[in-house]
């Protein structure tokens, strides 16, 4: 199970570093998808700092259990709300959202199942 949990974090901290990557590049299409829904940009940044922190949580609960549980729950708000901001703006683009939520989640499920 340890196995599993350390091969989802490294993929979901790859991903969440490379979106926030995009965010502070301010990647054309991050901020055309950002104003169609509404997020003013000066909130990139801070958005992709969120997605930092998440990533290196959950790499730091390799070795620290409950920062990785943070994490990973911290993560799954995030994308929650990012799903919640696109269906408010009747958006229905937000496909990558729910793979990132899945992978957070993934990680949460996986992190409590090999404590």
Not at 73 to 97: E, W
Request: hydrophobic share 65%.
């Amino acid at each position: 199970m340890f196995v599993a949990y350390i091969i989802v974090i490294i993929i979901a901290a790859a991903a969440n570093i490379f979106s926030a990557t995009l965010d502070f590049i301010r990647f054309k299409q991050i901020l055309v998808n950002m104003a169609k829904v509404g997020v003013p940009e000066s909130w990139i940044t801070m958005l992709g700092t969120l997605k930092v922190a998440g990533a290196v949580g959950l790499l730091v609960g390799i070795g620290v259990p409950s920062i990785g549980v943070a994490a990973a729950i911290g993560l799954i708000l995030f994308f929650i709300a990012a799903i919640t901001t696109h269906l408010r703006a009747r958006d229905y683009s937000f496909g990558l959202a729910v793979v990132f939520l899945l992978l957070a989640g993934t990680a949460l499920v996986l992190r409590l199942a090999s404590a």
